[in-house]
């Protein structure tokens, strides 16, 4: 079945920097790849997500690049903000509704 | 805006009970998901449910089972919760087709 692999399991950025966050998957006939951010205490939150037939998508801030021959897929979050901080999880779609979640990275943005 | 509630934020249960763990969400999807979310481990599929009535497993359903008898409902069920199964429960919904899923807040379960 589908593995996806998520790196670096935490990640320290002073407010401004840029944050990158990677994924790799297993199954090539995963097609859809979303970001979901999760503050404390809420359940994850649908931040960006791409198609395979797209290699990037950008909304403000935050983009996603993804490279199917390679089976990865990247965020990256520019100019961070404190508010930013949370726990961010890639996944893949291996099939219709099934999502398989990589272990998490959390992000901690310091003034 | 989607909304997905969750009838607990934290719940504590004893080894061996019933415990269920209940999911609404108002926006008339068709699709409805439990995950559970461990440390290091991320977010595992347990059940979803593509219609009322109907389930399908997931990656980890040992120990638990699921009900859907009305389109905004989902239930989970530990028959006989036990100790490994101490975790964070999310619920999702999504609509038809590659939909978003959107989440509720989660439910902490401790089992003593």
């Known amino acids: 079945g589908e593995n996806v692999e998520q790196h670096p399991s935490t990640l320290s950025v002073q407010e401004g920097d840029s944050a990158v966050i990677k994924c790799t998957y297993s199954?090539?006939?995963?097609?859809?790849f979303p970001w979901y951010k999760q503050e404390l205490g809420k359940g994850p939150q649908l931040i960006i997500d791409?198609?395979?037939?797209?290699g990037e998508k950008k909304d403000q801030r935050i983009a996603v690049t993804l490279n199917k021959t390679a089976k990865h897929f990247s965020l990256h979050i520019t100019e961070t903000q404190p508010e930013d901080s949370a726990v961010y999880f890639c996944?893949?779609?291996?099939?219709?509704?099934?999502?398989?979640f990589g272990t998490g990275t959390r992000l901690l943005v310091s003034p | 805006d989607v909304k997905v509630t969750q009838s607990s934020r934290y719940l504590v249960k004893r080894t061996g009970e019933k415990v269920f763990l209940e999911c609404v969400q108002d926006?008339?999807?068709?699709?409805m998901f439990w995950y559970r979310q461990d440390p290091g481990l991320g977010l595992r599929l347990i059940y979803f449910s593509y219609d009322v009535k109907m389930k399908e497993k997931g990656d980890i359903p040992e120990g638990y089972s699921v009900s859907r008898e009305k389109k905004e409902r989902f239930s989970l069920i530990l028959e006989s919760a036990s100790t490994n199964q101490t975790s964070m429960y999310l619920c999702?919904?999504?609509?038809?087709?590659?939909?978003?899923?959107?989440f509720g807040p989660g439910t902490r379960l401790l089992v003593l």
């Open positions: 199954d090539s006939a995963s097609n859809y």
């Open positions: 926006m008339d999807h068709e699709n």
């Open positions: 791409i198609r395979s037939n797209v």
């Open positions: 996944a893949a779609s291996p099939r219709f509704q099934k999502l398989v």
């Open positions: 999702a919904s999504s609509p038809t087709g590659w939909g978003t899923q959107y």
